[in-house]
């Protein structure tokens, strides 16, 4: 089962931050049974943890709301985190629940960006403030950020454009997590063809390369840990890059 977890800091009941966060998680999902995998979702709303949060950076002290919270996103496979923008950076609420967290809550899980504001001229806020903080805490954060302004929720073709960034942004996540738990394309695969050829009978690489991943299906083995990515061997040399 694949644990989805959203991170939210909807500032009112019913605001677009919230919208466009339930329609991330519903195209997760929906990406999650396109792929063969189930899905369960869980939600926390950063407003509601405000007073732990200012009491903590203030004291040290986490309340069990917040050990709650934070366990929640040890616990998680995926995240979803979203916040609303104000004056070009997400709201303080928001990156403050992330600053107080533990250094490695999100290592080696995949994250998924949102964020709302008023004008396009705020869709790299997340970019700018988010993916460096989440990537700090060694998340892994999908290369499409989903950032809706107000003209997205009323007109058609915003709607449309809003609705296509979700769902690649979505299919990304989920690609991604089923990719680093071992679920991968070819575990719907048939029964292997006894009549296949001398050469096929002396290739085991497909076997080799296989394992059965934590959602309970058989796919491509585990890539590599995050902390690979600091190992000289698959560095590529600054002075290689700009030859291009």
């Given at each position: 089962?694949m644990?989805?977890?959203?991170?939210?800091?909807?500032?009112?009941?019913?605001?677009?931050?919230?919208?466009?966060?339930?329609?991330i998680i519903?195209?997760?999902?929906?990406?999650?049974?396109?792929?063969?995998?189930?899905?369960?979702?869980?939600?926390?709303?950063?407003?509601?943890?405000?007073s732990d949060?200012t009491?903590?950076?203030?004291?040290?002290?986490?309340?069990e709301n917040?050990?709650?919270?934070f366990?929640?996103?040890?616990?998680?496979?995926?995240?979803?985190?979203?916040?609303?923008?104000?004056?070009v950076?997400?709201?303080?609420?928001?990156?403050?629940?992330?600053?107080?967290i533990?250094?490695?809550?999100?290592?080696?899980?995949?994250?998924?960006?949102?964020?709302?504001g008023?004008?396009?001229?705020?869709?790299l806020a997340g970019?700018n403030?988010?993916?460096?903080?989440?990537?700090?805490?060694?998340?892994?954060?999908?290369?499409?950020?989903v950032?809706?302004?107000t003209?997205?929720?009323?007109?058609?073709?915003?709607?449309?454009?809003?609705?296509?960034?979700?769902?690649q942004?979505?299919?990304?996540l989920?690609?991604?997590?089923?990719s680093?738990?071992?679920v991968?394309?070819?575990?719907s695969?048939?029964?292997?063809?006894?009549?296949?050829?001398?050469?096929?009978?002396?290739d085991?690489?497909?076997?080799?390369?296989?394992?059965?991943?934590e959602?309970?299906?058989?796919?491509?083995?585990?890539?590599?840990?995050?902390?690979?990515?600091?190992?000289?061997e698959?560095?590529t040399?600054?002075a290689?890059?700009?030859?291009?």
């Amino acid at each position: 089962m694949m644990r989805i977890l959203s991170i939210t800091t909807s500032l009112s009941e019913d605001s677009t931050t919230l919208k466009l966060s339930n329609k991330i998680i519903a195209a997760a999902t929906s990406a999650a049974d396109d792929a063969g995998l189930s899905a369960e979702t869980d939600h926390i709303n950063v407003r509601n943890l405000s007073s732990d949060l200012t009491d903590m950076a203030l004291t040290g002290f986490r309340s069990e709301n917040l050990e709650a919270a934070f366990a929640q996103v040890a616990e998680a496979d995926v995240i979803v985190t979203v916040a609303p923008v104000y004056k070009v950076a997400p709201v303080g609420l928001h990156t403050l629940f992330w600053q107080l967290i533990d250094e490695k809550a999100l290592a080696n899980k995949p994250v998924l960006i949102g964020s709302t504001g008023g004008t396009p001229r705020h869709s790299l806020a997340g970019e700018n403030v988010l993916r460096p903080m989440l990537s700090y805490l060694k998340g892994i954060v999908v290369p499409t950020t989903v950032f809706a302004a107000t003209d997205d929720w009323g007109s058609i073709e915003g709607g449309r454009s809003l609705n296509a960034r979700i769902a690649q942004a979505s299919e990304e996540l989920i690609g991604l997590a089923a990719s680093l738990n071992g679920v991968g394309a070819g575990s719907s695969a048939g029964p292997t063809d006894e009549s296949a050829g001398p050469a096929d009978e002396g290739d085991d690489t497909d076997t080799a390369s296989t394992t059965t991943g934590e959602f309970g299906r058989r796919g491509a083995r585990r890539n590599p840990s995050i902390d690979d990515e600091f190992d000289p061997e698959l560095i590529t040399p600054f002075a290689q890059l700009l030859e291009g």
